[in-house]
T-cell receptor, first 114, second 114 residues
């Protein structure tokens, strides 16, 4: 069964600090992995997409890594800001006979405090 | 910018009522999706559509139906609302069904069934 597990479930950090969110998946065959940010009361917005051949990709203060061998990804946030407070969702796309199928993680709830 | 709009942000309905949730996208996307999002469960796919008048069941279609009469509009219908359908409903659209296509989400409709 395809699964995506994220850790931690929730995290509180002080403004300016760094943090790393984890995503482990069992989706196979693998196509790509996206990290989404979901602000409270809003829909998810894509931060980055990782394909099989990519190890690292950055989007401003967000850096995603992918280890396709161990089926793990991480999202590192540098110099956190209050606006980073949100839920971060890992989404893995797997190839099926009828196209691609998405498997969603349950998210990591990040709160950045003063 | 892609814009996905949903007809209501908050909705309160009584058990047994017929409920319509509307979603409109303005980027001529072929694919549209309906998800529900519950704490601890992540996003789960209810139905999706790859073309006008075309629909496919997702992972949890029971108790729901959909309609796509125009390319830009995708409606989710709860024929007889029940309390276990209280949830956040998210609509999404994407340009293609290929694995790399980003899904753009609407702001969500928080439905409460009493």
């Amino acid at each position: 069964k395809n699964q995506v597990e994220q850790s931690p479930q929730s995290l509180i950090i002080l403004e300016g600090k760094n943090c790393t969110l984890q995503c482990n998946y069992t989706v196979s065959p693998f196509s790509n992995l996206r990290w989404y940010k979901q602000d409270t009361g809003r829909g998810p917005v894509s931060l980055t997409i990782m394909t099989f051949s990519e190890n690292t990709k950055s989007n401003g203060r967000y850096t995603a890594t992918l280890d396709a061998d161990t089926k793990q990804s991480s999202l590192h946030i540098t110099a956190s800001q209050l606006s980073d407070s949100a839920s971060y969702i890992c989404v893995v796309s797997g190839l099926t006979g009828g196209g691609n199928k998405l498997t969603f993680g349950t998210g990591t709830q990040l709160k950045v405090e003063l | 910018d892609v814009k996905v709009t949903q007809s209501s942000r908050y909705l309160v309905k009584r058990t047994g009522e017929k409920v319509f949730l509307e979603c409109v996208q303005d980027m001529d996307h072929e694919n549209m999706f309906w998800y529900r999002q519950d704490p601890g469960l992540g996003l789960r796919l209810i139905y999706f559509s790859y073309d006008v008048k075309m629909k496919e069941k997702g992972d949890i279609p029971e108790g729901y139906s959909v309609s796509r009469e125009k390319k830009e509009r995708f409606s989710l219908i709860l024929e007889s609302a029940s309390t276990n359908q209280t949830s956040m409903y998210l609509c999404a659209s994407s340009l293609r069904s290929s694995a790399g296509s980003e899904q753009y989400f609407g702001p969500g409709t928080r439905l409460t069934v009493t």
